[in-house]
């Protein structure tokens, strides 16, 4: 082989690696929705979204354009869109701080599950709903303000956020989904409001340091499961004078020692309606 021909295979080569070099580098900006954009800061590691409208709704975390960045983006700014897509953020294991904006009136399915470096989250005044998963295995959220714009929290919202010690749930919201708070195993306190009508199956199911729980005269049914293996919980109170409908073992597998408070004058009725197997009926002092 010439030099002539040795040095067109050289440049040959050179220029099939630059172009697998090119056609293999990722993108750091990009269209998220019909008028809403992203783009990436690789030095920052911040991802910004900004726009109008919705973004896409995901069918899949391997979908998301910023996939290849998930695992060293540490914040995401969010300013103009009204939703938060479906598995936008989901395995975004270094990200720990969003700032969701004022326009935002849906966070989606997925949102930031197993977001496990996120500490604290506020949700604006604007959200009204918080979706299935949204926040699921966040698991050094330690505290999270809910609106009293939201009317629902969803399937599974806040499921294994073992670092949550303690929520406080708004007086807009009227049920709380199912599986909502299971497996939240640092959770000590919770505050249900007045406006809510229903407790979904295992919403609060091992909850294990949960010690006392209030439930509002609003509360009319407290699905199956409910507060199944909170092993700490010694004190429910009541406040509704006709005893909550019952799904099956509501309070099972708690402390074996649980006093159930209710409104002086509704301790038969509570007795009758099968509080009295679950633990001690007391009038409220």
């Known amino acids: 082989m010439t030099?002539?021909?040795?040095?067109?295979?050289?440049?040959?080569?050179?220029?099939?690696?630059?172009?697998?070099?090119?056609?293999?580098?990722?993108?750091?900006?990009?269209s998220c929705g019909d008028n809403c954009t992203w783009s990436y800061n690789e030095s920052a590691t911040t991802l910004t979204i900004s726009g109008t409208g919705e973004m896409t709704n995901y069918s899949s975390s391997t979908n998301v354009p910023w996939y290849s960045y998930r695992s060293q983006m540490t914040s995401v700014n969010i300013t103009g869109v009204t939703t938060i897509?479906?598995?936008?953020?989901?395995?975004?294991?270094?990200?720990?701080?969003?700032?969701?904006?004022?326009?935002?009136?849906?966070i989606?399915?997925?949102?930031?599950?197993?977001?496990?470096?996120?500490?604290?989250?506020?949700?604006?005044?604007?959200?009204?709903?918080?979706?299935?998963?949204a926040f699921s295995y966040c698991s050094s959220l330690t505290s999270?303000?809910?609106p009293n714009s939201v009317t629902s929290i969803g399937y599974a919202a806040f499921l294994g956020c073992t670092g949550l010690t303690s929520v406080s749930i708004p007086n807009s919201v009227t049920s709380i989904g199912n599986y909502a708070f299971e497996y939240c195993s640092g959770l000590t306190s919770v505050t249900i409001p007045n406006s809510v009508t229903s407790i979904g199956k295992r919403a609060f199911?091992?909850?294990?340091?949960?010690?006392?729980?209030?439930i509002p005269n609003s509360v009319t049914s407290i699905e199956r499961w409910a507060f199944d293996k909170c092993?700490?919980?010694?004190?429910?109170?009541?406040?509704n004078p006709t005893p909550p409908t019952l799904g099956d073992e509501v309070f099972r597998n708690i402390s074996s020692g649980c006093t159930f408070h209710v409104p002086a004058g509704s301790v038969a009725a509570y007795e009758t309606a099968g509080w009295g197997s679950l633990g001690t009926v007391e009038a409220i002092p």
């Open 3 to 30: 030099k002539a021909s040795l040095f067109k295979c050289l440049i040959a080569v050179v220029v099939l690696l630059g172009t697998t070099v090119a056609a293999n580098a990722q993108p750091t900006s990009g």
């Open 85 to 106: 897509g479906s598995q936008a953020f989901w395995g975004c294991t270094s990200l720990a701080s969003v700032t969701i904006p004022s326009s935002v009136t849906t």
């Open 108 to 133: 989606g399915y997925l949102a930031f599950c197993d977001c496990s470096g996120l500490t604290s989250v506020s949700i604006p005044n604007s959200v009204t709903s918080i979706g299935t998963n």
């Open 144 to 146: 999270v303000s809910i």
């Open 205 to 214: 199911g091992e909850c294990s340091v949960l010690t006392s729980v209030t």
């Open 231 to 239: 092993y700490s919980l010694t004190s429910v109170t009541c406040l």
